[in-house]
C-alpha cells in the first residue's frame, strides 16, 4: 500500500542555518504530495503541496519539488529561524479515496 | 480566514464511557475526515465523509466508531465504549471538492481515557 517515510529526528540546528528534511514516498499512480506542520500545542497547517511531477511547493521560505525517479519531496529552507521550531510532516494523497498518509514526522529544534 | 473548529479541546473520560468530539468544518467544504495521533506516534486516517455517507474507513475504525453529520454544520466523532487506547489527539479536517486535494485541520481535541 502506500506509504511516506521521513527521517528520524529530532533534528538540531542553529538560526540560520541551511534545513533539510527528507520525505520518500511509495504509491501506485500520481499522489499529491504535502508537507503539514505542527507547532507546540496546535494542530496541523498546510506548509507547502505538489500535485504532479516536477512542481515545486512553495510558502514561507520553504521549498519542497515532486520528484517523481527518486520518489520524494525533500523539505528544504535556506535559513531557519527559532520561529520554525515545530515537527513537520510528509504526507500523500490518495487521490482515490481523498485521504492523506502521512510519515512518521520530524521534529525541528533551532537555537538562538 | 475560514477555518475548522473542534471542541473540546480537552476531553477526560473513564473506560467504558462513550465520548461525542465535535467539529465545524469549513462552511462550504464538501469532504471530512478524522484522524487521530497517539502521542509521539504519526498522524493516522480514521474516516472520510462525503454526501452524508462514510467514504472510506480504516482498520482502526471498529463497529465502536460512528460519524455524524446532524445539521448542515456539524460534524461529529462517537467512540460508544472507550478504551485505554482511544487516548490520543483526534483531529478533524475539511476539503472544498473532488478538485482540491488540501485538507484543513482543526486544532484538535485531545482525548484521555482513565
Known amino acids: 500500500g502506500n506509504s511516506v517515510t521521513q527521517m528520524e529526528g529530532p533534528v538540531t540546528l542553529s538560526e540560520e542555518a541551511f534545513l533539510t528534511i527528507n520525505c520518500t514516498y511509495t504509491?501506485?499512480?500520481?499522489?499529491?504530495l504535502f508537507w503539514y506542520v505542527q507547532y507546540p500545542g496546535e494542530g496541523l497547517q498546510l506548509l507547502l503541496k505538489?500535485?504532479?511531477?516536477?512542481d515545486k511547493g512553495s510558502n514561507k521560505g520553504f521549498e519542497a519539488t515532486y520528484r517523481k525517479e527518486t520518489t520524494s519531496f525533500h523539505l528544504e529552507k535556506g535559513s531557519v529561524q527559532v520561529s520554525d521550531s515545530a515537527v513537520y510532516f510528509c504526507?500523500?494523497?490518495?487521490?482515490?479515496?481523498?485521504?492523506?498518509?502521512f510519515g512518521q514526522g520530524t521534529e525541528l529544534s533551532v537555537k538562538p | 480566514e475560514p477555518e475548522v473548529t473542534q471542541t473540546p479541546s480537552h476531553q477526560v473520560t473513564q473506560m467504558g464511557q462513550e465520548v461525542i468530539l465535535r467539529c465545524v468544518p469549513i462552511s462550504n467544504h464538501l469532504y471530512f475526515y478524522w484522524y487521530r495521533q497517539i502521542l509521539g506516534q504519526k498522524v493516522e486516517f480514521l474516516v472520510s465523509?462525503?454526501?452524508?455517507?462514510?467514504?472510506?474507513k480504516s482498520e482502526i475504525f471498529d463497529d465502536q466508531f460512528s460519524v455524524e453529520r446532524p445539521d448542515g454544520s456539524n460534524f461529529t466523532l462517537k467512540i460508544r465504549s472507550t478504551k485505554l487506547e482511544d487516548s490520543a489527539m483526534y483531529f478533524c479536517a475539511s476539503r472544498g471538492d473532488r478538485a482540491s486535494y488540501e485538507q484543513y485541520f482543526g486544532p484538535g481535541t485531545r482525548l484521555t481515557v482513565t
Open positions: 504526507a500523500l494523497n490518495d487521490n482515490q479515496g481523498g485521504k492523506l498518509i
Open positions: 465523509f462525503y454526501n452524508n455517507e462514510i467514504s472510506e
Open positions: 505538489a500535485t504532479k511531477a516536477d
Open positions: 504509491a501506485t499512480g500520481y499522489p499529491s
